[in-house]
């Protein structure tokens, strides 16, 4: 039972564009959401944040919306770099919950120069 | 330098064969986790520790076993009856269990020949 899903494997874009990453979860106790960036043969890194009190932070280029009544989240990157392309997963944690952190399968993006 | 530490980045192992991963933290956090990679695929939770002297079992624990003897060490043994063992093994850390927040080590790569 895949409780967080990302269902695009892989997405291109054009340097300078906007970069859309989303993912979908299905657990109402979820409350805190992050974004991390993982390129190969590293460990992920943290990108950003959003706690269900919030439908949108920003951070730099980096921005999350969250729709808690479609169970959505998305990563904005605007304007998209090449250094950019990695492999992006979506995490949730639940209220009450011990700091277990539940993956999406991550999505790669590729920026074209 | 604050970090994770992760040693060696890549291990190989026969069949049959006990291994140890290492994980080292000076951040100071109380909780430390223990994630499994797979192609494809997202982070799964093998074993997670909020406490020294304390630890619980992930999603796939079965074939793993830990220790949490000292605040910054939290060594992942892989044993031999764990099926499936060659993947990208993570570790990572946050403040405490009530902090979502998770930052990762590099990884160590384990293939069983």
């Known amino acids: 039972d895949q409780q967080v899903k990302q269902n695009s494997p892989s997405l291109s874009v054009q340097e300078g564009r906007i970069s859309i990453l989303n993912c979908d979860y299905t657990?109402?106790?979820?409350?805190?959401f992050l974004w991390y960036k993982k390129y190969p043969a590293e460990g992920p890194t943290f990108l950003i944040s959003?706690?269900?009190?919030?439908d949108k932070n920003e951070d730099g280029r980096f921005t999350v919306f969250l729709n808690k009544s479609a169970k959505h989240l998305s990563l904005h990157i605007v304007p998209s770099q090449p250094g950019d392309s990695a492999v992006y997963f979506c995490?949730?944690?639940?209220?009450?919950?011990?700091?277990?952190?539940?993956f999406g399968q991550g999505t790669t993006l590729q920026v074209k120069p | 330098d604050g970090g994770i530490t992760q040693s060696p980045k890549y291990l190989f192992r026969k069949e049959g064969q006990n291994v140890t991963l290492s994980c080292e933290q000076n951040?100071?956090?109380?909780?430390m986790y223990w994630y499994r990679q797979d192609p494809g695929q997202g982070l799964r939770l093998i074993y997670y520790?909020?406490?020294?002297?304390?630890?619980q079992k992930g999603d796939i624990a079965e074939g793993y076993s830990v220790s949490r003897e000292k605040k910054e060490s939290f060594p992942l043994t892989v044993t031999s009856a764990q099926k499936n063992p060659t993947a990208f093994y993570l570790c990572?850390?946050?403040?405490?269990?009530?902090?979502?927040?998770?930052?990762f080590g590099p990884g160590t790569r384990l293939t069983v020949l």
């Open positions: 520790s909020q406490i020294v002297n304390d630890f």
């Open positions: 990572a850390s946050s403040i405490d269990r009530a902090t979502d927040t998770q930052y």
């Open positions: 959003i706690s269900s009190i919030k």
């Open positions: 951040l100071n956090h109380d909780a």
């Open positions: 995490a949730a944690s639940g209220r009450g919950n011990t700091g277990k952190l539940i």
């Open positions: 657990n109402s106790m979820f409350d805190y």
